[in-house]
């Protein structure tokens, strides 16, 4: 992203130094992850210092730092889940997409993330969802009840194709 383009996003707003967190999510939403050279910019454009924004951005968890894929696997590894077969489904999520937790698709796509930046892959503690474990949210949307056997099925709504 050219810095015009950050000058349009922080224009958006009336009082830049007190709509931070709103420029700076603009910017990941163009970019979908928060280049250096974006925290940078906005640091000197608004006149804020690089170390406080960089406390915010890795403050607040919905802030990346690395690219990530268009689609967000994630997979619950709460008690349920992980009783019920989660360790599996990341194994074969890990096996169909070719990468390993945290790392993105090639195309950028899917995180977990895999070189292509289709998808990116992660796993977290629990989402709350335990009548239905194993559960997994791709792109904040939650699939209850999976099996190794149920998720290329569930890839292939979101783009996937097996190679």
């Known amino acids: 992203m050219k810095q015009e383009k950050f000058d349009e996003i922080i224009s958006r707003y009336s009082f830049p130094s007190g709509r931070i967190l ?3 999510e603009d910017i990941q939403k163009e ?45 619950c590894q709460g008690t ?11 194994q074969t999520l890990e096996h169909l997409l070719g990468v390993s937790n945290g ?15 289709a998808f ?3 796993i977290a503690r629990c989402f709350g969802a335990c009548s239905m474990a194993p559960v997994i949210r791709i792109d904040g949307r939650i699939y209850g009840y999976n099996t190794p056997e149920k998720l290329p099925i569930l890839l292939t709504r979101y783009g996937w194709r097996s190679k």
């Open 120 to 122: 990116t892959l992660n």
């Open 31 to 75: 970019e979908r992850y928060l280049p250096e050279e974006a925290v940078v910019y906005v640091s000197k454009k608004i006149g804020v210092p690089l170390s406080q924004l960089y406390s915010l951005v890795t403050f607040y968890s919905f802030f990346e730092l690395q690219p990530v894929g268009l689609h967000i696997i994630t997979v």
């Open 103 to 117: 790392e993105t698709t090639s195309d950028g796509k899917f995180s977990l993330t895999t070189a292509d930046r």
């Open 22 to 24: 709103s420029i700076l």
């Open 80 to 90: 349920a889940c992980h009783v019920r077969g989660a360790s599996r489904n990341l």
